[in-house]
């Protein structure tokens, strides 16, 4: 069993900064890809960034420029440093983990529970 623990979510104004983490626990061998989802209200989730084992980040081109993904291996803990937010950026953000719980298996998904980013006008 593998759990990801998202801490950091919020109220703050348009123009703030939130800082997200994700830590992962349980069995784990190693993981490989590391990302932020967000699901507005009635809206679709969508990948916010990414970051690979070996540190190559993605993102959305809505967050371009804004938004920092950043990971510690040691630590099995990814972060989400958001800055200058928007009130669009409101939503339930998600980490994902592709995690390989023993040597020579699979990578398989694990989600955390969500929290709640709520940026005010």
């Known amino acids: 069993q593998v759990q990801l623990v998202e801490s950091g979510g919020g109220l703050v104004q348009a123009g703030g900064s939130l800082r997200l983490s994700c830590a992962a626990s349980g069995r784990i061998f190693s993981i490989n890809t590391m990302g932020w989802y967000r699901q507005a209200p009635g809206k679709q989730r969508e990948l916010v960034a990414s970051i690979t084992s070996g540190g190559s980040a993605d993102y959305a081109d809505s967050v371009k420029g804004r938004f920092t993904i950043s990971r510690d291996n040691a630590k099995k803990t990814v972060y989400l440093q958001m800055n200058s937010l928007k009130p669009e950026d409101t939503a339930v953000y998600y980490c994902?983990?592709?995690?390989?719980?023993?040597?020579?298996?699979?990578?398989?998904?694990?989600w955390g529970q969500g929290t709640q980013v709520t940026v005010s006008s």
């Open positions: 994902k983990a592709r995690v390989v719980s023993a040597p020579g298996g699979y990578d398989l998904p694990a």
